[in-house]
């Protein structure tokens, strides 16, 4: 199975094509880059062809499926490309700026009949897996409220590449970047948002935030609440999730739940259920098929939507339909 990177522009890019080159039978054989200087030093780096005109990469029949790591004001026109082009696709998140690149991107990936991933890495933790097993089985009742933070320090220790700062580029700041892990899994937990609250705020003088909250409404009488920043020291990953029977708390990978007046901290080997990576799971579903379960487009186009409401809540400093 050959891969194409399309841009070495995201900081996971590198990590991905390292990901790719160790499955056996993989291998990324093709590069393209919007800025060709870096695209032709990674190519060199990685043993691939460098291809300057997309649409050339695109063409070429060697290439099974392409990785997108480019500026996600790119991903709407390079997704529909290479969806055209009948390369599978695994892509960066979050999918689109819009909702209507992410729905031309749906339509594109549906009439090509193509395979496609996007990456949510967070869905593979066995704490969080575990913790989704005890809520689909009713365990804590019916969910009402749900919580999760997701934080690091690459604005104040000044470790972001600094397009990550760009709005053109990325859409935003710490929302759209790092706050979809808890954007996704909140959803993914206590299922459609139907609107959303927003406050955003800049610590370092940025163009963009770094520190965000975002307060969603949830079908049923949820509620939901994503925390997100770029200013935040030694603060772990933290789910909260609380029900009419009980709640649970993940810090980490530690799991707590707490049931009829008794907490359970599970222990590793208790963590028992499991799900494949996002890179082996693509390479998995383009080789061997299977029905796509996991990762997938609607989860990605809701993200997006999301995303927008989120960002639409910020700027009008009012609640947004999602």
């Known amino acids: 199975m050959n891969i194409a990177m399309l841009s070495g522009w995201h900081v996971h890019a590198e990590g991905y094509a390292k990901e790719f080159n160790s499955i056996p039978g993989v291998k990324v054989t093709a590069v393209w880059d919007e800025l060709p200087e870096r695209g032709r030093a990674w190519a060199e780096k990685l043993g691939a062809t460098f291809y300057e005109d997309v649409d050339a990469l695109l063409a070429d029949p060697s290439i099974d499926a392409v990785a997108c790591c480019a500026p996600t004001n790119l991903h709407g026109d390079l997704l529909c490309r290479a969806a055209n082009a009948g390369k599978h696709i695994f892509t960066e998140k979050v999918l689109a700026l819009t909702c209507e690149e992410a729905y031309a991107i749906r339509d594109a990936v549906a009439a090509a009949g193509v395979r496609f991933v996007i990456s949510f890495p967070h869905q593979t933790n066995r704490a969080l897996l575990k913790a989704k097993q005890l809520c689909e089985q009713g365990a804590l009742g019916t969910l009402t409220y749900g919580r999760m933070r997701n934080v690091h320090s690459g604005s104040i220790r000044d470790w972001l590449p600094p397009h990550f700062y760009s709005r053109e580029q990325c859409g935003g700041g710490a929302m759209i970047d790092l706050g979809a892990h808890p954007m996704y899994l909140l959803a993914w937990f206590l299922g459609k948002p139907c609107a959303v609250?927003?406050?955003?705020?800049?610590?370092?003088?940025?163009?963009?935030?770094?520190?965000?909250?975002?307060?969603?409404?949830?079908?049923?009488?949820?509620?939901?609440?994503s925390e997100t920043g770029f200013v935040s020291l030694c603060d772990p990953f933290t789910l909260e999730i609380s029900g009419t029977a009980g709640w649970l708390r993940v810090v980490g990978g530690e799991l707590t739940v707490r049931l009829d007046g008794q907490s359970k901290v599970y222990t590793a080997e208790e963590l028992d259920v499991t799900r494949p990576a996002p890179i082996p799971y693509f390479v998995d579903l383009v080789t061997n098929g299977g029905d796509g379960a996991f990762y997938g487009m609607d989860e990605a186009v809701r993200l997006t939507e999301i995303m927008v409401a989120a960002y639409g809540a910020a700027q009008s400093r009012k609640k947004t339909e999602v």
């Open 197 to 225: 609250s927003s406050a955003f705020t800049n610590v370092t003088d940025r163009p963009v935030e770094d520190n965000a909250v975002s307060l969603l409404e949830f079908e049923g009488g949820a509620i939901g609440v």
